[in-house]
């Protein structure tokens, strides 16, 4: 299964680095001629834009897992460093029962705790990752509280975690740079 998912992470990751080239049209082609061009692809609205972008990757009693697809990329000036945001959607009774109590005062009456969004980097060599920011945010969109790391603290990646598998998509966006 985890061979299943992790094909399906890097034909994710590689199909949309693939270069298109489309056919040129010349003026001498179509000299005199008006051509509209139809797209059979019908405009994304902002919500099913925002849906796209993130790619489930792992599921536990706290949550649902997912990674911003457009935002993993290179460390500047470290060639063995990927950063990607990733989001945990809230889904553990005790877990969500916590937060709502942890963030009452911020909550209106009918907002609720929704989800969290980490900046991580991973160290693909050392296979080390670290938290750099966590927001959490609720279901309306209010941000609830944003911790940012004062410092880069790497620690090694935990075996059949979210870590684990988010370090091997970092890992094969690395492999395919």
């Not at 460093?81 to 209106?108: D, H, M």
Request: hydrophobic share 40%; aromatic share 10%.
């Amino acid at each position: 299964m985890r061979k299943i998912v992790m094909f399906f992470l890097m034909v994710c990751i590689v199909l949309p680095c693939l270069p298109i080239h489309a056919e040129e049209k010349t003026s001498e082609r179509h000299s005199g001629i008006w051509e509209m061009e139809m797209s059979n692809e019908k405009k994304l609205t902002p919500e099913e834009e925002e849906r796209a972008r993130w790619v489930g990757v792992f599921a536990n009693d706290m949550g649902i897992y997912l990674f911003d697809k457009k935002s993993l990329a290179k460390v500047e000036n470290q060639k063995d460093q990927i950063q990607v945001l990733v989001r945990t959607v809230f889904n553990g009774p005790k877990l969500v029962e916590q937060l709502q109590e942890r963030y009452k005062v911020k909550l209106a009456a009918d907002d609720k705790v929704g989800f969290s969004e980490t900046q991580m980097i991973f160290n693909v060599d050392k296979r080390k990752y670290a938290v750099i920011e966590t927001k959490v945010i609720s279901a309306h969109g209010v941000l609830l509280e944003d911790i940012v790391a004062k410092t880069t603290i790497f620690k090694s990646v935990p075996v059949k975690t979210f870590a684990d598998t988010m370090y091997e998509v970092a890992k094969a966006f690395n492999q395919n740079q």
